[in-house]
């Protein structure tokens, strides 16, 4: 099985990427996705973060918005947050892939968005990057609701720099060229790594970073 680490800063088109990968046919499991589940009403992590951030809890589900307020600009707090939900996150992403080896999937795509600023790329075979010219990124995440030019600077500051993640990455996909640029780059990602000698991903006994070459 091949592990492919996709991600991007924010605005730069990842989860349309990710749509594409798993219409081609590459199971994603999505981080973000996890993290809303984990925060939802009955969630693993509410109790943790009702302990850990008094007030952010709201009718037994994270507030999302009390939650970013706890955080904001706090290096310890979002350090406190982290510990609570990255390994909550990554158990997910273990089943996911043990689900996946037993179908027989030949490539799996784990959408982490701070990837490398987590160390999660010695977790994948490959890293794919997104990546748009600034002027899309900042025109797009500026779209979004109640985004303001503070909060886009303030999340830029915790991400890795564009620049160093397409120096890093093992593919950089263009997504400000229109989306048949982005749909064929990723169909030709898909191709190159199903060639590759992949690494087996034990479904029992999986630990991060944990690598069998088969």
């Known amino acids: 099985m091949i592990l492919l680490g996709l991600t991007g800063s924010i605005g730069m088109g990842k989860s349309t990427a990710a749509r594409m990968l798993a219409a081609m046919g590459a199971p994603v499991c999505d981080s973000d996705a996890v993290v809303h589940g984990l925060l939802a009403k009955g969630g693993r992590a509410v109790p943790a973060i009702d302990a850990a951030f008094p007030g952010a ?65 010695r977790r994948v075979d490959a890293t794919v990057v997104v990546s748009a010219p600034f002027i899309v990124q900042k025109a797009r995440v500026l779209a979004r609701p109640g985004m303001t030019l503070e909060k886009f600077a303030g999340i830029l500051a915790r991400q890795t720099p564009d620049a160093e993640k397409r120096r890093r990455a093992d593919y950089v996909v263009p997504t400000g060229a229109g989306r048949l640029v982005t749909r064929r780059a990723l169909a030709c990602i898909l191709r190159d790594v199903r060639h590759r000698p992949g690494r087996h991903w034990p479904v029992r006994g999986y630990k991060p970073g944990q690598i069998h070459h088969a």
């Open 57 to 121: 809890v709201i009718g037994g589900a994270v507030s999302r918005p009390a939650l970013g307020a706890a955080v904001f600009r706090d290096p310890a707090a979002l350090t406190r947050l982290e510990a609570i939900l990255h390994p909550m996150v990554q158990a997910v992403q273990r089943d996911f892939i043990a689900r996946a080896a037993r179908r027989g999937v030949k490539v799996v795509v784990l959408d982490i968005p701070l990837l490398f600023e987590t160390g999660g790329e």
